[in-house]
Nanobody, 115 residues
Framework: QVQLVESGGGLVQAGGSLRLSCVAS????????MAWYRQAPGKGREFVAA????????NYADSVKGRFTISRDNAKNTVYLQMNSLKPEDPAIYYC????????WGQGTQVTVSS
């Protein structure tokens, strides 16, 4: 069973930065495609960023391009989301997702942005 634990959320002023982390309890982290999604109150879960398992190719939602950076450290079984220039529309619960044949989700970490 894959377990994903996110951390790093919190309250930040608009224009500020946060770095989210997601640690996976798996034997071979490098085989998983990893992604971040977010869900704001009253809205559906939306894609934020992804990083491939082999080439490390990244992909971003248009709304976060140029502000957010996804990265991974396979030695630490961790994927990161560096969020810069946070905007009032970014607050949400941010979820980590791992995919290798099956899909696994973390419990999420709350991000709040004050204007």
């Amino acid at each position: 069973q894959v377990q994903l634990v996110e951390s790093g959320g919190g309250l930040v002023q608009a224009g500020g930065s946060l770095r989210l982390s997601c640690v996976a309890s798996v034997r071979t982290f490098s085989i998983y495609d990893m992604a971040w999604y977010r869900q704001a109150p009253g809205k559906g879960r939306e894609f934020v960023a992804a990083i491939g398992r082999s080439t490390g190719t990244t992909n971003y939602a248009d709304s976060v391009k140029g502000r957010f950076t996804i990265s991974r450290d396979n030695a630490k079984n961790t994927v990161y989301l560096q969020m810069n220039s946070l905007k009032p529309e970014d607050p949400a619960i941010y979820y980590c997702k791992a995919t290798y044949y099956s899909v696994y989700w973390g419990q999420g970490t709350q991000v709040t942005v004050s204007s």
